[in-house]
Structure formats: structure tokens, C-alpha cells
């Protein structure tokens, strides 16, 4: 008897489940910030290191690159290389204003350029158009050796494989006293 019960229930679940219509969202990602967290070493210092969350949601899935996107407009040097922007943001007393991050590079005895800017892998591994949502982490070193007492904000953006840019989001803003 209890075995006919649970066919039933599990019968009415399937019939419910299956008369839910389908997610959809537009065609241009749309991107929400879900948090940032701080890495740390053993000691419970911070490492300068932070994992920035971003929740996502696309209506055709078309996310994330191959890494055998190599040509345009998805070649290294083309301006659409990277699929996730991040600008680094400073505050200069009245306003976070973006700002180059250097390092030095001791080869060429000159400062490099930073850059937060990363691809992320594919979303959705078939080429079917079907709306998606969810969270991804990006890991980055964010401490700046060269001022260390900066008060910060980062700015995100993505964009998918048909070049649609997603809505723009910033953190909170972000103190290192690292001295």
C-alpha cells in the first residue's frame, strides 16, 4: 500500500514539474554583484588576493568563450579578446576615478599595465539556445604594492559570443591598510 502512495506522489511531482514554462530573459547577459571575499594566509593575514562573484542570467546561453576562439573578433589583440572587463576604480578624495595599476617589470626596467580583464570558459557546451542563470568566481591579486593604503571599487561588465555587452556593476568600496 505505502509503495502505490509513493508512486502517486511521485507521479503528481512529475505532472506538476513538467507543466512549469520555460525561464526566459533577454538575449543581452544581465549581471548582478554577489559579493567579494577576501583571501587569507594561514597567519590570517590578508594574502591581497579576493574572489569577486558575479551572478549572471542570458536568454540564449551563448556565454563564455572556447579556447579554441582564437580569431576575430575574439583573437589575442582584438578588442573583444576578453569576455569579462573589470576597471580598477581609486578614490582621489572626492571620486573613484579609474585608474592603470602598475608593476614594475624588471626585463624591460619599466612599468607595466595591469589588467583584472580575463576570459571565462563556455557556459554552455552545445550550441542549442536556451536561457541560463547562475554564479561564477573570479580570483584575481588585487593589492597594490605600490599604494598600499588605497581605498578602491572594482567595475565589471560581460560580454557574450555575440557581442552583446551585459548592464555595468561595482563593489563596495574596498580599504587595504596594508602597512
Known amino acids: 500500500m505505502k509503495v502505490k502512495y ?3 506522489v511521485v507521479l503528481a511531482l512529475l505532472f506538476c514539474l513538467s ?5 526566459t530573459y533577454p538575449i543581452e547577459p544581465e549581471i548582478t554583484y554577489q559579493g567579494l571575499s577576501f583571501l587569507m594566509n594561514a597567519d590570517s593575514t590578508l594574502t591581497g588576493e579576493v574572489v569577486l562573484s558575479i551572478g549572471y542570467t542570458d536568454g540564449d546561453g551563448d556565454l563564455g568563450l572556447n579556447d579554441s576562439d582564437t580569431l576575430y573578433p575574439f583573437g589575442n589583440g582584438d578588442p573583444n579578446y576578453y569576455n569579462l572587463l573589470i576597471d580598477y576604480l581609486k578614490w582621489d578624495g572626492s571620486q573613484f576615478v579609474e585608474t592603470p595599476l602598475l608593476s ?3 626585463q624591460t626596467q619599466s612599468y607595466d599595465t595591469i589588467s ?3 576570459r571565462f570558459k563556455r557556459l ?3 550550441d542549442e539556445e536556451k536561457a541560463i542563470s547562475g554564479t561564477f568566481d573570479y580570483k584575481m591579486m588585487l593589492y597594490n604594492p605600490l599604494s598600499p593604503n588605497d581605498t578602491i571599487k572594482l567595475r565589471a561588465r560581460i ?3 555575440a557581442l552583446h555587452f551585459s548592464n555595468t556593476i561595482e563593489t563596495e568600496r574596498i580599504t587595504f591598510n596594508m602597512n
Open 6 to 8: 509513493i508512486f502517486i
Open 19 to 23: 507543466c512549469q514554462k520555460p525561464v
Open 104 to 106: 614594475w617589470n624588471q
Open 116 to 118: 583584472f580583464n580575463a
Open 124 to 126: 554552455v557546451f552545445n
Open 159 to 161: 560580454v557574450d559570443r
